[in-house]
Nanobody, 126 residues
Framework: QVQLAESGGGLVQAGGSLRLSCAAS????????MGWFRQAPGKEREFVAA????????DYTDSVKGRFTISRDNAKNTVYLQMNSLKPEDTAVYYC???????????????????WGQGTQVTVSS
């Protein structure tokens, strides 16, 4: 069983930055597929970013490309989401997700992840 704990959310003005962290339990963290998703009120959970295939490549949803960066520190069992140039439409609950094996495809589908954190609220004011 893998436990995930997000932190770093908050209220920020448009144009500002936040860094989300996701601390994971487990001794084989480096082999986990890791991703970030978000869910805004009244909307379905959507893919934001993930490590894909071998775990060194990354993918982002189009709306965050060039603004968000996913990274990981395997020594700390932690994955990060650096969010810059935030927009009001980025407002959502952000979730960290993990799978205990590499995802070679389907990394943007929430159903392909086995473990989820409790979420952290990000609110961007205009």
């Amino acid at each position: 069983q893998v436990q995930l704990a997000e932190s770093g959310g908050g209220l920020v003005q448009a144009g500002g930055s936040l860094r989300l962290s996701c601390a994971a339990s487990g001794r084989t963290f480096s082999s986990y597929a890791m991703g970030w998703f978000r869910q805004a009120p009244g909307k379905e959970r959507e893919f934001v970013a993930a490590f894909i295939r071998s775990g060194t490549s990354t993918d982002y949803t189009d709306s965050v490309k060039g603004r968000f960066t996913i990274s990981r520190d395997n020594a700390k069992n932690t994955v990060y989401l650096q969010m810059n140039s935030l927009k009001p439409e980025d407002t959502a609950v952000y979730y960290c997700a993990a799978r205990g094996s590499t995802l070679f495809y389907g990394w943007a589908r929430a159903a392909n992840y086995e473990f989820w954190g409790q979420g952290t609220q990000v609110t961007v004011s205009s």
